[in-house]
C-alpha cells in the first residue's frame, strides 16, 4: 500500500505539501522527521506533519519524497506543538516556523545523533615530559598543563583559547596524540549534588521571593521586578538548585551575546554540570553540539539567545528569561515572533514554570502581573552594601559643551576617576558623527537611498548609512558646492573616545559598540579588561546598557538622550523609561555609593520629571492608565502591516484595498495607511496600516478570514508587503 505524507517545506507559502513515499524506502514516515523533496527544480528538507493512506491529489501530482533522514520526531511533541500554534499566531508557513526551531546544520540534513569524537591526550613522552621544557613556548605549555587535568576535544580548542601552532608542534614532537573517543550519554549530574561553590546569603526579600517559585509546580509564569542591583541572578541560582537535584534542565534565555560571557561564568562556577550555549557567534556545527547535548539530557543548564528558546529538553524543569523586556526577544527579520511570549506558551505545553525577570518589567508583562495572569514578585531592596545612586540632572542650555560633555559632568568624572573608581558614559549613536555638513553652503550629506543622513566613521574613511548599509569613502568635496570645508555635525562614540582620551590622559578609555566589537571574543576581552580595572573611562551604546555589573563604577553620565523624548512611536516614553533606568543601574552596584547625571536641554520635560522623582515602577503604572485611554498595546492588540514598493503609491494602493476588507466595528479599528516614520528606506518608500482589536482573539479571527482575500489582491504582486503581529517598533 503507497503511504502519502504532508511536509512543511520552509517557503512563504502558507500550505504545506503531499508527497507520496516510495516503496524502496524502508524507513516508516512518522510526524515531526525530516524528510529531502522535491520541489520545483530544486531540492529541499522539511518536516512531516501527517501520514496518510491515501490523498485527494490526482496521482501525475505527486511527487515522491527522495529521503527520510529521520527514524522518530526530532522535536518532542509540546516544541512541534509550539510551531505549529506560533506559525498560526504569526500568520506564516508551518514550514518556516518549524525551520525556525532547528539549528542550521539539521536543516541542511545533519545527523541529530552525536558521533563519536577526537580528542588530544598526552602520550607517554608528554606524561614524563617536564613543564619546565616548555619555558620558552607558553603555548605550548598551557596545552600541556590543560592535558595534565583532562583531555581536549578538538571543538573545545577555539573555545579555550588555544594554539592549533602549538598543539601541532607538540604532535611533531610527540608529546601529545590525537584519539577517536566512542560518544556515551553522560546523565551523571542527575545523580549527584551539582553544587560548586557555596551560594550567597539571601536576603529578605530574595528568600520570600525563591521560597514562592519554589512551591511552584506545574505550569506558572512569574514576573519577578526588581531594581538594578537587587540581585535577580541570585535569586535565579537559588531556584534552579532545587531544579537540578530534581535532575530536570534549565532554559535561560538572554537579550544579548554580550551578556552571555557573563551569565555563562556565574552558572559554571556555581554548578558542577554541562552547561551548553547557543548564540549567533557560533558556528553551525558548535550550535549543533550544544543542541545535541541538550536534546540528550546532557547539558543540564541550557543559556543562549532569542533562538535558543526552541532548544528541546530531555528533562524540562524551567524556563527563565532576564531582561525580559528587551526588544532584542522580538525577531525583526522574517517571521517577528517574540521569546517571551513563546516561553510562555512552552512553559504552558511543558508543564513548567517560567521566570521573567527585569527592572523594567515590559508593560505587556506588569499589566499580566498586575491582572493576576503571571504570579508577581518585587524586589526592591539592592543586594549586600549596595545603596540606592543618587540621581541629578545637569540642564545644558546656553552651556558651553566639549565635544557634547558639560563643565558640570568633565568636572565630577575628574572627582570620581581620582577617587580610584570607574566613569562609564553612556551614547546612543555609534560612529564619529551622526552627518556630514558642509561648512560653506550648510549641506547636509543624505543617503541616496534613504530618508538619512550618512554617519561619519572616521576610523574606516567613510560614511555609511545606518539603515540600509550604504557606504562610500569620506568625500573630499562637498556634494553641493563643491568647497573642501566638510566636518562632522553632532557626536558619536568615536569623536568622544578621542576627546576623553585628551581630557584625561591618565585614564585609560575603552570604547564598547557595535564597530570595536566586531571581531569573535572581542567584546569578552574587552568585558574581562574592565572587571580586572585596566580601563577607568568606559564608553558605550546599549550594549553597555544591559546587566553588566560592574563593581567600580560608581559614576554613570548620559549624553545626548533627548531624541526619544519626540519619538513618533507610542512605546518611545517606555523605552526611555527602561533606557535610563538600566544605564543608571550600572552605578554603584556594590559597596561604593553611585551618582548618575543626566545631560539635557528638555529638564522641564514631564516624562524625563517622572522617571526621576518616582521610579520606572510607578511611572510604568501611569504609562499603562494611558495606554489605556488611547486603547494602545497592551490594553488592546495590534497587527502591523508594511508595505514597501519604488512608487510610494503602490504601497498605498494595497493598504488601501486591505482596509476596504476590513470589517470595522467598536471592537475593531484601523489606522491608516501612513508613511513609516523612515517614509524611505533602501531606494524603497514604506507605507503602514495598523489592525487593532480589543481582543487578541477577535483580532486573530478578522485577519484570517482576509488573509486569503490579501494573497489574491493584484495589488499585492505590485509591492513587498510584512506582516508584524504585537510590533515593538513603529520604524
Known sequence: MTLFVEVALPVPLRQNFSYSVPTTIAITPVIGARVKVPFGRVQLIGLITAVMDQCSLPPAKIKPILEILDQQAILPESLFKLTLWAARYYFCSQGQMLTQALPVALRKGADTNSKDKSCWVLSQTGKEAALEQFKKAPAQRKIIQYLQQQSLESADINLLELSRAGLKALHDKGFIKQIDVKHEVDLSWRHKPVLDEQPHKLNPEQAIAVAAINQLTGYATCLIEGITGSGKTEVYLAALERIINEGKQALILVPEIGLTPQTINRFKRRFNVTVAVLHSGLTDNQRLHAWRQASAGEAAIIIGTRSALFTPMAYPGIIILDEEHDASFKQQEGIGYHARDLAVMRGNLEKIPVLLGSATPSLESLQNALSGRYRHLLLNQRAGNAEKVKQGIIDIRNQPLNTGLSTALI????????????????????????????????????????????????????????????????????????????????????????????????????????????????????????????????????????????????????????????????????????????VAGRAGRANKPGTVLLQTHQSDNPILRDILHRGYGEFARSQLQERNQAQLPPAWHMLLIRAESHDAQDADNLLNAICNLCQLDDDFEVIGPIPAPLDKKAGKYRRQLMLQAKTRARLQLEFEQILPQIDQLPEAKRCRWSLDRDPQDLL
Open 411 to 582: 568636572n565630577e568624572m575628574r572627582l570620581h576617576l581620582d577617587a580610584g573608581n570607574q566613569v562609564l558614559l553612556f551614547l546612543n549613536r555609534r560612529g564619529f558623527a551622526p552627518a556630514l555638513i558642509c561648512h560653506e553652503c550648510g549641506y547636509l550629506h543624505e543617503c541616496d537611498r534613504c530618508d538619512a543622513f550618512f554617519t561619519v566613521h572616521q576610523a574606516l574613511g567613510e560614511i555609511c548609512c545606518h539603515h540600509c548599509g550604504n557606504q562610500y569613502a569620506i568625500p573630499r568635496q562637498c556634494h553641493q558646492c563643491g568647497s573642501t570645508m566638510l566636518m562632522g555635525q553632532g557626536v558619536g562614540t568615536e569623536q568622544l573616545e578621542q576627546v576623553l582620551t585628551q581630557l584625561f590622559p591618565d585614564h585609560p578609555v575603552v570604547r564598547i559598540d557595535r564597530d570595536t566589537t566586531r571581531l569573535k571574543g572581542s567584546l569578552e576581552q574587552h568585558l574581562n579588561a574592565i572587571h580586572k580595572g585596566e580601563y577607568k573611562i568606559l564608553l558605550g551604546t546599549q550594549m553597555l546598557a544591559k546587566g553588566h555589573h560592574f563593581p567600580d563604577v560608581t559614576l554613570v553620565g548620559l549624553l545626548d538622550v533627548d531624541g526619544a523624548l519626540f519619538s513618533a512611536d507610542f512605546r518611545a516614553p517606555e523605552r526611555f523609561g527602561q533606557l535610563y533606568t538600566q
